[in-house]
């Protein structure tokens, strides 16, 4: 089938049932046409779903920028009080020039997110030849990490993946130019000055030594009772563009009691998530390294930056926000670099075991079930799945 074909039926399927479309896009997601229509069923999620969580705060701001000038948004103390960082200005901006839907309004912010999802994975396209069975298992793990409810935020997460897309292209291409076009992403979310850091940093401290020696310090530090995340929102960079709620000292109060009843009382299985992602990166990597020393010497600079971030992490650990953040962060750049070792020649065949296969496979199946789990609000929508444009599903409405 031509590619042309190809194209030409999806569209038809999609009209008729955007859930199957989904479904065969990620059947054939190698097909840059599938990746298109996986984009577009995301806007056909959000469409149907309308805004939730942090988007629905966004939404409300939105709806003040009809009939109003760029600047004078720029200016307001609602827009400024979401966030200082231009993109949801100009996003709510173009939108509102067409007075969009609530439906539109969220069905464009969860089909950019997932643009820049896919141009992320794309990155690593020269790897998807030849996959086998521990490939595949660790590229779902790079797709899952985050979870799927993240289509909700308009700021961070998106400005994550637009960091992720110049960082992977640095490490595939060893062009310096896309490294130094990492911190694009502040122009989404202030916050990922972290991740700019972690990766030039990465680039300075080339001793692995010195990165694990790193790591081990943030794990003892991890329960020193010191607000880590709190300490960098009062540097005088960070406050000039931070949001401004959030340099409250009744919000830091409130987090920091959230945090203490989350770490104390939370869901056990949503804590050991990530942790048990990340174990899974690190046994794989060491199941490597017994076969092959040199492991670790390809792509350096992003083990460094895995390793950093996950410091990092820990390091915030008093603030549940920040680490949930961060420590996902980490287990996004770990999962794409473990992606990108295991597909060298040297690597590709040192892993056969079924053993591997299935200790690998069922850590990301685990962190696979419980991103659906937490998206079960959605999920559970049933008429989402069967139905199409023509069939509008009552709106869901999830504050953040």
């Given at each position: 089938m031509?590619?042309?074909?190809?194209?030409?039926l999806?569209?038809i399927?999609?009209?008729?049932s955007?859930f199957?479309?989904?479904?065969?896009?990620?059947?054939?997601?190698?097909?840059?046409?599938?990746q298109?229509?996986?984009?577009?069923?995301?806007?056909y999620?959000?469409?149907?779903v309308?805004?939730?969580?942090?988007?629905?705060?966004?939404?409300?701001n939105?709806?003040?920028?009809?009939?109003?000038?760029?600047?004078?948004?720029?200016?307001?103390?609602?827009s400024?009080y979401?966030?200082?960082?231009?993109?949801?200005?100009?996003?709510?901006?173009?939108l509102s020039?067409?007075?969009?839907?609530?439906r539109?309004?969220?069905?464009?912010a969860?089909?950019?997110?997932?643009?820049?999802?896919?141009?992320?994975?794309?990155?690593?396209?020269?790897?998807?030849q030849?996959l086998?069975?521990?490939?595949?298992?660790?590229?779902?793990?790079?797709?899952?990490?985050?979870?799927?409810?993240?289509?909700?935020?308009?700021?961070?997460?998106?400005g994550?993946?637009?960091?992720?897309?110049?960082?992977?292209?640095?490490m595939?291409?060893?062009?310096?130019?896309y490294?130094?076009?990492?911190?694009?992403?502040?122009?989404?979310?202030?916050?990922?000055v972290i991740?700019?850091?972690?990766a030039?940093?990465?680039?300075?401290?080339?001793?692995?030594?010195?990165?694990?020696?790193?790591?081990?310090?943030s794990?003892?530090?991890?329960?020193?009772?010191?607000?880590?995340?709190?300490?960098?929102?009062?540097?005088?960079?960070?406050k000039?563009?931070y949001?401004?709620n959030?340099?409250?000292?009744?919000?830091?109060?409130?987090l920091a009691?959230k945090?203490?009843?989350y770490?104390?009382?939370?869901?056990?299985?949503?804590?050991?998530?990530?942790?048990?992602?990340?174990?899974g990166?690190?046994?794989?990597?060491f199941?490597?390294?017994?076969?092959?020393?040199?492991?670790?010497?390809?792509?350096?600079?992003?083990?460094?930056?895995?390793?950093?971030?996950?410091?990092?992490?820990?390091f915030?650990?008093?603030?549940?926000?920040?680490?949930?953040r961060?420590?996902?962060?980490?287990t996004l750049?770990?999962?794409?670099?473990?992606?990108?070792?295991?597909?060298?020649?040297e690597?590709?065949?040192?892993?056969?075991?079924?053993?591997?296969?299935?200790?690998?496979?069922?850590?990301?199946?685990?962190?696979?079930?419980?991103?659906?789990?937490?998206?079960?609000?959605?999920?559970?929508?049933?008429p989402?799945?069967?139905?199409?444009?023509?069939?509008?599903?009552?709106?869901l409405e999830?504050?953040?």
């Open positions: 031509t590619n042309g074909t190809y194209a030409l999806m569209t399927l999609f009209f008729v955007p199957l479309t989904f479904v065969i896009s990620l059947c054939l997601f190698r097909n840059v046409i599938s298109i229509f996986f984009v577009a069923f995301a806007f999620f959000g469409w149907q309308g805004p939730n969580l942090d988007l629905l705060n966004h939404y409300h939105y709806l003040n920028f009809f009939g109003k000038s760029l600047w004078q948004m720029f200016v307001d103390p609602y400024l979401i966030g200082k960082e231009p993109f949801h200005f100009l996003f709510k901006y173009i020039l067409f007075r969009a839907s609530e539109v309004f969220a069905g464009c969860c089909a950019f997110y997932a643009a820049c999802f896919i141009l992320y994975m794309r990155q690593m396209r020269q790897y998807f030849h086998n069975l521990i490939k595949l298992i660790i590229l779902i793990g790079a797709a899952v990490a985050i979870e799927f409810h993240w289509f909700f935020g308009l700021r961070f997460w998106t994550a993946f637009v960091f992720m897309i110049f960082y992977v292209k640095y595939v291409t060893k062009n310096k130019l490294l130094l076009l990492t911190p694009v992403c502040l122009f989404f979310h202030v916050v990922l991740f700019v850091g972690c030039f940093l990465a680039e300075i401290i080339r001793s692995v030594k010195l990165q694990y020696i790193l790591l081990a310090v794990f003892f530090y991890k329960y020193v009772d010191f607000g880590f995340a709190k300490f960098v929102a009062s540097l005088p960079f960070v000039m563009f949001k401004t959030y340099q409250s000292q009744e919000l830091q109060t409130f009691q945090t203490k009843d770490l104390e009382n939370g869901n056990i299985v949503y804590r050991l998530r990530l942790p048990i992602m990340i174990f990166i690190f046994f794989t990597l199941l490597l390294w017994i076969k092959n020393k040199n492991v670790n010497k390809v792509f350096p600079q992003m083990y460094g930056m895995f390793l950093i971030t996950f410091a990092v992490a820990n915030g650990y008093s603030d549940m926000i920040f680490y949930g961060v420590l996902k962060m980490a750049v770990g999962y794409a670099y473990l992606f990108m070792v295991i597909s060298q020649k690597n590709v065949n040192t892993i056969k075991s079924l053993f591997v296969k299935s200790i690998m496979g069922g850590i990301v199946l685990f962190g696979l079930a419980t991103a659906l789990v937490e998206e079960r609000m959605f999920l559970l929508n049933i989402l799945w069967f139905g199409n444009f023509f069939t509008e599903v009552p709106l999830y504050d953040d």
